[in-house]
């Protein structure tokens, strides 16, 4: 019998709050973490709109801000939920073996100095044409070498360990929106195939930058309505024209069962299953017949040893973006055939917005929570009925239902997908 993990622990920072008691309180209420964007001057752009994290600052875990000061936003966030995560599971206390505690995150790119570059590229342009020799120079006098390595997406994975002391495996992947999922999944992997006790895993992002929503507007994936932020985000409503950008981090303990109980430590729920695929199709487009999501779907049923009709809640990837939604929704009718009307699926990217990177270790958090406490978190926003999309999306309103095995969907650019099945604990 291969080893079974579970959750010792839980962390997040995210637009809805600064750790998952409140977080939960506001999904569970509607709540809506988006607004006017702050972080840079969006009033130029297409979409001047997103869900930040407010209020918050590396001050609040305690740690010396000038140490950090050169670390990149989501670092910061990384350390902060993480923080959270191992001081609840208590595994610092009862002590870990150092070399089979590892990290596996799925973090983004950080610490984006628009500002430098700018300069640089002003300097370059001076003679009316770009010169690159300008442009070096330049770089070799303003560009702090600190700043630039903490650009790496491997960063916070690197200080996470240094912080906890963590000297097993350390990974860090970027499947765009799929990546913490996928990194829980191999986390997971990891202690079952018995190279580490412990793993601390999640991920962190934040893509509020004139980049990042450049990008995301040239391929028309943002929702423009900026005249009403709250509503903006409306996952499988017909009148849904795209994501609202978030940010933040996520972070759980995972733990080989045994070692949990040896030490007494409290448990949220359990990893059953987990199930990846790639489309193999266009890069920014998801096939029409969902052919990837319906497949890592049913691999993490398969690998949690369970049939489509136990599963009691689905956590949609639910990006509020046309196609994501219809065939998601599609890929669902597949997966549960005559139970796919009875089965539950919300999407709680319709409060606090697209955490990318971050996006899957949240989602799957939610998803203990409703099974601890037997709630559904509600889709706000869903107002108007697509034909293609007629689920049941618990409608704007938290729901009481018993929940024993939820799914948790991460579908990123570039085709990547991964499913993770999550289970109430049973001894």
């Known amino acids: 019998m291969r080893p079974r993990v579970v959750v010792t622990g839980i962390g997040m920072i995210n637009p809805m709050g600064h750790d998952p008691t409140t977080v939960w309180k506001g999904l569970q209420e509607g709540q809506s973490g988006v607004g006017y964007t702050t972080l840079f001057n969006a009033k130029g752009f297409p979409t001047q709109i997103s869900a930040e994290v407010k209020g918050w600052d590396i001050t ?6 000038e140490l950090w000061k050169h670390r990149g936003r989501h670092t910061k966030f990384a350390a902060g939920a993480a923080k959270q995560a191992i001081s609840e599971s208590g595994i610092m206390d009862a ?3 150092p070399h089979r505690f590892g990290v596996y995150l799925g973090s983004g790119e950080g610490n984006q100095d628009f500002v430098t570059f700018t300069d640089m590229m002003t300097v370059a342009m001076e003679g009316g044409e770009y010169d690159m020799a300008k442009f070096l120079q330049k770089g070799l006098e303003v560009l702090n070498p600190l700043v630039e390595l903490e650009q790496e997406p491997n960063m916070p994975a690197a200080h996470l360990a ?6 097993g495996p350390n990974y860090n992947c970027l499947t765009a929106c799929a990546a913490s999922s996928q990194a829980i999944g191999e986390a997971t992997e990891i202690i079952r195939r018995g190279d580490a006790d412990v793993m601390l895993s ?6 509020i930058h004139p980049f990042g929503v450049t990008g995301f507007n040239l391929l028309t994936a943002l929702s423009e309505n900026n005249a009403n932020p709250t509503s903006a985000s409306r996952p499988f409503d017909a009148r849904r024209d795209g994501f609202v950008l978030g940010e933040g981090s996520g972070m759980v303990v995972l733990e080989e069962l045994e070692h ?7 448990i949220y729920g359990e990893i059953l299953g987990y199930g990846t695929t790639a489309d193999a199709f266009r890069i920014t487009d998801i096939p029409p017949d969902g052919h990837g999501g319906i497949a890592s779907m049913r691999m993490a ?3 949690a040893g ?3 009709e136990d599963i009691d809640y689905v956590n949609a990837h639910g990006t509020s973006t046309t196609v994501n939604d219809k065939v998601e929704t599609l890929a669902c009718k597949q997966v549960f055939g005559d139970n796919a009307y009875k089965t539950p699926v919300s999407s709680t990217k319709s409060m606090m917005g697209h955490l990318i990177a971050a996006a899957g270790v949240t989602e799957m958090i939610v998803c203990l929570l409703a099974i601890r406490d037997s709630v559904l978190p509600p889709t706000i926003n869903y107002e108007n009925p697509d034909p293609l999309c007629d689920l049941d999306y618990v409608p704007n309103e938290a729901r009481q239902a018993k929940v024993k095995y939820a799914l948790n969907n991460s579908f990123g650019f570039g085709g990547q997908n991964v499913t993770l099945c999550l289970g109430k604990f049973e001894a």
């Open 60 to 65: 609040d875990t305690g740690e010396d801000p």
């Open 95 to 97: 002590g870990v073996a």
């Open 162 to 167: 240094a912080m906890f002391n963590a000297q």
């Open 202 to 207: 999640g991920g962190t992002h934040s893509m």
């Open 260 to 266: 949990a109980r040896r030490r007494g430590a409290p």
């Open 301 to 303: 049923i398969s690998d």
């Open 306 to 308: 369970l049939n489509p």
